[in-house]
Nanobody
């Protein structure tokens, strides 16, 4: 199983980025997916999650209204559209997959992790 995250980079405050996570080696539509992030010196935290079909999404309070998670099961890819970015969003962003739970809200729920992509927001 491989989860390959991409799309990170350096952006000014108020800007936008779109992250992608391409999955291989698993039946993608059987997995709930989520994005987490980890800032330097902090624990990994939940950002957003999405159900098997994409019909249900849920967010951390700190990103609700600014970030949008989506998935394309035909392309085995999950996305994270990030708008109105602030320096507090600076972190390494990871995608995660789980099969045995309908939700991923903590790292313990995940069966697989991607390597992460760095997002840096300058003020």
């Amino acid at each position: 199983v491989q989860l390959q995250a991409s799309g990170g980079g350096l952006v000014q405050a108020g800007g936008s980025l779109r992250l992608s996570c391409a999955a291989s080696g698993l039946t993608f539509s059987s997995y709930v997916m989520a994005w987490f992030r980890q800032a330097t010196g902090k624990e990994r935290e939940f950002v957003a999650g999405i159900s098997w079909t994409g019909g249900s999404t849920y967010y951390a309070g700190s990103v609700k209204g600014r970030f949008t998670i989506s998935r394309d099961n035909a392309k085995n890819t999950v996305y994270l559209q990030m708008n109105s970015l602030t320096p507090e969003d600076t972190a390494v962003y990871y995608c995660a997959a789980a099969r045995s739970t309908p939700y991923i809200t903590t790292p313990a729920h995940a069966d697989y992790w991607g390597r992460g992509t760095q997002v840096t927001v300058s003020s």
